[in-house]
């Protein structure tokens, strides 16, 4: 079983920087892309930025210039530096991942459960 565990979510004001981490464990063949969305009340899930294995990063206009995302594959994590957060940044944010287990070897996505990010004006 393939487990997503976030952190480092949090309150923070206008301007403030937070980094959210997203470590996977669990039986592990390889992973692919490794992404973060985020979600609030009511809306669909909005996806933030990607990773691939490769180090290859797409990052949501949203989040052009002001986040960077990173990866250790040897640690099966990946992180959301984000920086000049904004009001509108506020939402429960998730990672995902594409990851083939040694059971199917076949690619599931996985999700983490979700931290929260609130940003005051």
């Known amino acids: 079983q393939v487990q997503l565990v976030e952190s480092g979510g949090g309150s923070v004001k206008t301007g403030g920087s937070l980094r959210l981490s997203c470590a996977a464990s669990?039986?592990?063949?390889?992973?692919?892309?490794m992404g973060w969305y985020r979600q609030t009340p009511g809306n669909q899930r909005e996806w933030v930025a990607i990773?691939?294995?490769?180090?290859?990063?797409n990052l949501a206009d949203s989040a052009q210039g002001r986040f960077t995302i990173s990866r250790d594959n040897a640690q099966n994590t990946v992180y959301l530096q984000m920086v000049n957060l904004k009001p509108e940044d506020t939402a429960v944010y998730y990672c995902?991942?594409?990851?083939?287990?040694?059971?199917?070897?076949?690619?599931?996505?996985?999700w983490g459960q979700g931290t929260q990010v609130t940003v005051s004006s």
């Open positions: 990773m691939g294995s490769d180090g290859r990063a």
């Open positions: 995902n991942a594409d990851v083939i287990s040694p059971m199917t070897f076949q690619m599931s996505t996985i």
């Open positions: 669990g039986s592990i063949v390889s992973i692919g892309n």
